[in-house]
């Protein structure tokens, strides 16, 4: 499996927040900040996630913003 | 500062590639994974940034895809 | 505070409307037009946002796009 | 012509920056701010933009990020 | 009519999923696998889609993931 | 392999434009219209793609506007 994108991690499903149309899914990742992902409830129930399972978690570089507070 | 986005991490340049544009930035974040992030010349100028500097790394959640391999 | 962004408008909030896991912002910017951010409702937390409040928009240029009409 | 996004601004192209691939769109929109958009080569040419030409700058919601600082 | 995004397509709508503040609008297109788009509600009711009604679905190239299996 | 994304489609390489960031990777669909992907060098070559190569075409609903002409 290889994706076009330069960001790729590996995360664990910490919690899924429901709602009519879109869900946010919480990740814990190796690292001190957590990470949140929105798709459609859709989504979710073809990946079939529940809290504990293993997932890549895949951002293109164009997404990714740099701050310099 | 308070950002209105779900994932934000702490990262290190460490390297900088221009083309005539954009450019990529790549990352050193505290996990195992690296990141990066592309942005137009005139961004990393307004910027200034450097190898080593430290940045502010911040993703929409919308724009997080998870995959389940 | 330096952004690697290209688009970059203060604006004052004037409507929230919330959902279950979303939210819409509608802003006020100096220009005819309207603007709006769509986030998690656990962002417009963090953020602390309400009606009449000043904020930045941010907007990387690759996901603006341009129509002839 | 209606569009599916809640930001909306009518721009005037003041300057065209190209790389091989992409290229940089600088924009004067009824505001104090500038605005940009990054497209590839192949959009501008089916676009025809040239300096001076008036575009509709079309942002999903989704896209746009708060910052407060 | 001319759009600064290299995907575009004709899309029919098939079916509209309604939340608080975003829906999908899920597509038909002349290919095997069908598309969606989520929104916001105001942007649905600006469109005034609605089932079996022709639309133009464009998505700018870097917002399109390749994966090799 | 799955994916949470409400777009996917088969793709076949048809044309890949390089710079020295991004390249541009033209796809066949089996629909009338093209498609595009925009990425980094970097993930083109970890992609290791070439023309004719087979892909998956990947896009987030919340990345696809709809536009009624």
Same mark, same amino acid.
């Given at each position: 499996m &290889?994706? @076009?994108?330069?960001?790729q991690l590996i995360g664990k499903v910490l919690e899924i927040k429901k709602g009519t149309v879109m869900c946010q899914v919480q990740l814990e990742i190796p690292a001190k900040s957590p990470m949140a992902s929105v798709m459609t409830i859709d989504s979710l129930e073809e990946l079939g996630? &529940? =809290? @504990?399972?293993?997932? &890549? =978690? =895949?951002? &293109?570089a164009v997404n990714v913003l740099l701050v310099r507070e």
């Open positions: &290889k994706y @076009g994108a330069r960001n996630l &529940k =809290v @504990g399972d293993s997932v &890549k =978690v =895949v951002v &293109k």
